[in-house]
């Protein structure tokens, strides 16, 4: 069985995310959103919001795929995680220049710390290419339209936990 593991906070998910979600499907047989748990971001979703947005935007996609896909929280280093769950490769998306940058140096230091997990990186959509967790919540904060950016639930949970 192929598994590959998706980390990111999601705080919140996006249409860019839910994008590599859907692409990464056709690349494993069960696929792990690793939610981090990352205490020193702040995130303006609790780690149990995190999860049930994750597991409720990608019901539909492993119903239409017939590919499992699990919310799994994590604290541990990632290949630490992906080790915990049998994961063959660690999928990543990238929108730019800047987070090729970053990525490249995390592959190295993850192929050094277990040489048997590849990284994946899928490049997102172009239309969804600057989509950032960070902008979304800045945008709604600001009481701006982020319905190009996220679903409707999570356009929502934005309105519900912003006021």
Known sequence: MRIGLYPGTF???TLGH???IRRATVLVDRLVIGVAINRDKGPLFSLEERVAMIEAECATIAEQTGVEIVAHPFENLLIDCAND???SMIIRGLRAVADFEYEFQM???NRRLDSSIETVFLMAEAEHQA???KLVKEI???GGDVSKFVTPAVRDALHAKLG
Request: net charge negative; glycine share 12%.
């Open 11 to 13: 705080d919140p998910v």
């Open 131 to 133: 989509i950032a967790s």
């Open 140 to 142: 709604a904060r600001l």
């Open 107 to 109: 592959v190295g230091m």
């Open 18 to 20: 839910i994008d590599i």
């Open 85 to 87: 769950v049998g994961a």
